[in-house]
């Protein structure tokens, strides 16, 4: 048979037999694994306690062999000893894992295939497929069935002596942290310690310090404050009282002079600095009082290195930040005094770093300019007034009470204004007091507060608060509004719905919370790693917008009748900010589940509003441009505030 190679002497021979086995090995035969079998043996289904989502497709290939006098004597679990050689067909091609693929099915094909170390090149080779197909399994399997996974992969690589990979090692980190895990963490570094590799690089320590950061917002708003403490154990190496901890941490894997360097391509990979910065909000996020007074040397020296480079004041008031969220705030004030005297910090720190720092001690206020001053007084001004309802007067040069201001009086001209004028019952300065209040109480995990803020919404119930306009798909010009109303959803899951009311405190699942859960085809529930917190604020409705200009017969065209878009709007309370989602209705009641479960016609179906000051209401601002969409469905159902403060 003639050779497909220029070199004869050095090829093996191409032969039918041989591409016939790499044919067949670049799909695995369908046939169970030894764990599926028993469990269909026993259950009659291949599908695990957990229920993570599987296809009956091998339940019914099992049933149908089942039926059969003998099964398949080709299935490699019913192979005798003298016939589990390493053969060409049994060896999986790991590129056939790139495809979608459920949790089950990847189980079992690590179960099946995964059995010699002679599969350890290939499998080092490709394996950020592996990594790929477990990233990709996120949205529809809860962290921790992904963790456990993780594990017996481990177990079973390590067992067949195959290398593990850097960046599949930080990838097995980043599960850990979403499971929030500190045993695992540990564990990992561990691995990769072993392993023999070095410090972590910038994109590597960003992406743990993300995850970190997310997931520690998470546990810090459901009160888990032991669970902090662990993994701040294991991040920084250091216990509560400042002994060291035995083991590997995530800190000794932190080149700080390499962190610090400038990076030559910002456009391919993240700055060194931007991860430094990420990891830094990480000690100061867990308040960690140890490792960040240890770093302040390299913060300075980096001051002096490139005293006005932006990555640079950025470093300083996050480090700032950082010390007065782990509560030094004398250490904090004496690292600002010393910045103070290498550069002029009023050209990187930011109002939120001065005023936490005027917070704390007046003293700071020498070093503030003038112009600074006057914005903290302004923001502070403006934010009392929001608060008390008040506006300013320049006729008059003091503070009214704005009552006779309507929010529409920025709309269209004279003469619309006062035709209008029946329409609009709601004041700007009680709208700019709402969302202020909102604000204040909606992150808060005080049922008190949470209950204040609903009584707000209760007296604003019925009124239209403008959001902006907007075009249809036909190009007509549509406005929207939001209207306030506490818990307009109710979750049919919520048994015996006790429904809050100015003259009544009602449990927290009156107060329109509600528990999010990212997903994408499965109703992943419970607390979890992607768990988002929010409140409901009421909700959009849309409708023609009214044109000021009259058709040439003196009259004046009027706006359409209020119509919900089917969207409510919420407050996340674990990261502040408003969110629209698509439930099809503006009032009623719906079941927990996966939404959207359609999409609208042509608004987003789940979407953050991003406008700042969110008090910046007006009918003039355009609504959708203003809309930044979440891809990604999320499972909806009640909050029952176990979380909630009485």
């Not at 670049?26 to 599987?54: C, H, M, N, W």
């Not at 990847?106 to 592996?130: T, V």
């Not at 009602?506 to 528990?515: N, W």
């Not at 849309?542 to 040439?552: A, T, V, Y």
């Amino acid at each position: 048979m003639p050779r497909l190679s220029r070199s004869s002497s050095t090829v093996q021979p191409v032969t039918y037999l041989g591409l016939q086995r790499l044919i067949e090995r670049s799909s695995p035969r369908p046939e169970p694994s030894e764990s599926e079998l028993i469990r269909f043996a026993i259950k009659g289904s291949v599908q695990d306690p957990r229920k993570t989502p599987y296809s009956r497709e091998l339940d019914d290939l099992l049933t149908d062999q089942f039926s059969k006098p003998q099964l398949p004597s080709w299935w490699a679990v019913l192979k005798r000893p003298t016939d589990a050689a390493f053969t060409a067909v049994d060896n999986l091609d790991p590129a056939f894992l790139a495809h979608p693929i459920e949790m089950n099915k990847f189980r079992s094909l690590i179960e099946r295939y995964l059995i010699s170390s002679e599969q350890g090149p290939e499998f080092n080779a490709k394996m950020d497929i592996l990594q790929h197909t477990l990233e990709s399994l996120y949205p529809s399997v809860e962290a921790d069935e992904i963790l456990v996974t993780i594990n017996a992969l481990l177990a079973r690589l390590m067992s067949l002596k195959i290398d593990l990979p850097k960046d599949f090692l930080v990838f097995c980190m980043g599960s850990a942290i979403r499971s929030f895990s500190p045993c695992a963490l540990r564990s990992y570094l561990g691995l990769y310690v072993s392993a023999g590799h070095g410090p972590l690089e910038p994109a590597q320590l960003l992406s743990l310090s993300e995850k970190l950061t997310l997931h520690c917002r998470v546990r810090l708003h459901e009160r888990s404050a032991v669970d902090i403490a662990s993994m701040r154990e294991v991040v920084t190496g250091f216990d509560a009282k400042g002994s060291a901890t035995p083991g590997v941490n995530l800190h000794s894997l932190v080149n700080l002079d390499e962190t610090l360097t400038p990076n030559p391509n910002p456009n391919k990979s993240p700055s060194s600095a931007t991860a430094y910065r990420h990891y830094v909000r990480v000690l100061g996020l867990m308040e960690d009082k140890f490792i960040l007074p240890q770093i302040w040397d390299q913060v300075k020296a980096e001051l002096h290195r490139r005293p006005y480079d932006r990555s640079t004041g950025g470093l300083a008031s996050d480090y700032l930040l950082a010390l007065l969220n782990s509560g030094d705030d004398k250490f904090a004030l004496s690292c600002a005094s010393y910045m103070s005297r290498i550069v002029d910090v009023n050209k990187f720190f930011t109002l939120r770093v001065w005023g936490s720092l005027a917070e704390r001690d007046k003293e700071i206020l020498p070093m503030i300019t003038e112009q600074t001053k006057n914005h903290l007084l302004i923001r502070q001004l403006s934010f009392l007034e929001a608060r008390l309802g008040l506006t300013w007067e320049s006729v008059r040069s003091q503070h009214i009470k704005s009552g006779n201001i309507d929010i529409w009086s920025d709309y269209g001209g004279e003469e619309v204004q006062k035709s209008n004028l029946e329409f609009r019952n709601i004041r700007f300065a009680d709208a700019r007091q709402l969302v202020t209040a909102i604000h204040m109480y909606g992150c808060s995990k005080s049922h008190t507060n949470l209950s204040i803020l609903a009584d707000l919404l209760h007296e604003n119930d019925g009124v239209e608060i403008p959001l902006g306009w907007g075009l249809d798909p036909s190009g007509s010009k549509m406005e929207y509004a939001w209207f306030p109303e506490c818990s307009p959803i109710e979750f049919s899951s919520n048994p015996i719905p006790s429904y809050h009311t100015i003259n009544f405190k009602g449990p927290p699942s009156s107060l329109g919370l509600i528990r999010t859960v990212r997903s994408f085809e499965t109703g992943v529930k419970g607390p979890s790693n992607q768990t988002g917190y929010f409140m409901q604020l009421g909700s959009l409705y849309q409708r023609h917008q009214c044109s000021p200009e009259n058709d040439g017969s003196g009259e004046t065209d009027h706006p359409g009748k209020w119509i919900s878009t089917g969207h409510i709007i919420c407050f996340d309370r674990l990261n502040g900010g408003l969110t629209i989602f698509y439930v099809g209705k503006g009032w009623g009641t719906i079941d927990p589940g996966v939404y959207p479960q359609k999409p609208h016609s042509f608004l987003p179906g789940i979407a953050t509003i991003n406008r700042h000051p969110m008090t910046e209401l007006s009918s003039k601002l355009n609504f959708i441009d203003d809309l930044v969409p979440l891809d990604e469905l999320r499972w909806l159902d009640v909050d029952h505030g176990l979380f909630i403060d009485p």
